[in-house]
């Protein structure tokens, strides 16, 4: 079974500044996919990246980048220019490549952007 | 964008009682979740749903639970007698059969089920 590990409860930081969010995953898989998902306040569950496990290149979506380590099993999220609507949980997840598997949660790390 | 909606976003219901979540996925998509999530707590897979058939469950989803597509659109989550500790964030989702899309499950908003 998979495990999605999030160290880090709560964080902050300085609007504008750069935060980088914490994952480690544990699986036997080879090909996999890897998610973050922000829910804000709303408690809506909303996508902001996405990172196939057999592309080496780092995705990235505007300020929103991660530093995917296949080999350590790592994949952190780097928010850049952070801004005040970045407030939210974020949870990292983790999914099978085979069909449409179900995604497998970390417990969240609650970020808090300081004006 | 396309978008995954659900009904209704608020439901307080008496223990005992039974509940339904509706929700309409995005049109093209054919890959239907329902996931739950306990305040504070993380998300947690309860059932997907594939050509008219649960492909997988989890062990949450007990014989209290049942979903359904009744037409082309929408997508319902039953439980048959609420409990209190049934009371969560219950949120629908679903995702494309093929493409680049595939594997990239989209979120509705939630319904957020209180049981007294």
């Known amino acids: 079974a998979q495990t999605v590990t999030q160290s880090q409860p709560e964080m902050s930081v300085q609007e504008a500044e750069t935060v980088t969010l914490s994952c480690t995953y544990d699986?036997?898989?080879?090909?996999?996919?890897l998610f973050w998902y922000k829910q804000p306040p709303s408690r809506q569950m909303i996508l902001v990246i996405r990172?196939?496990?057999?592309?080496?290149q780092n995705a990235t979506e505007n300020r929103f980048s991660v530093n995917f380590q296949k080999a350590a099993k790592s994949f952190s999220l780097k928010i850049s220019d952070s801004q005040l609507g970045d407030t939210a949980m974020y949870f990292c997840?983790?999914?099978?490549?085979?069909?449409?598997?179900?995604?497998?949660f970390g417990t969240g790390t609650r970020l808090t952007i300081i004006p | 964008e396309p978008e995954v909606t659900q009904t209704p976003s608020h439901q307080v219901t008496q223990m005992g009682q039974e509940v339904i979540l509706r929700c309409v996925p995005i049109?093209?998509?054919?890959?239907f979740y329902w996931y739950r999530q306990i305040l504070g707590q993380k998300v947690e897979f309860l059932v997907s749903?594939?050509?008219?058939?649960?492909?997988?469950k989890s062990e949450i989803f007990d014989d209290q639970f049942s979903v359904e597509r009744p037409d082309g659109s929408n997508f319902t989550l039953k439980i048959r007698s609420t409990k209190l500790e049934d009371s969560a964030m219950y949120f629908c989702?679903?995702?494309?059969?093929?493409?680049?899309?595939?594997?990239?499950?989209?979120f509705g908003e939630g319904s957020w089920l209180t049981v007294v």
């Open positions: 699986t036997s898989e080879n090909n996999y996919y």
């Open positions: 049109s093209n998509h054919l890959y």
């Open positions: 749903f594939y050509n008219n058939e649960i492909s997988e």
């Open positions: 997840a983790f999914m099978k490549d085979f069909g449409n598997e179900k995604l497998t």
């Open positions: 990172q196939e496990a057999y592309k080496q």
């Open positions: 989702a679903s995702s494309e059969a093929t493409g680049q899309g595939r594997n990239t499950i989209y």
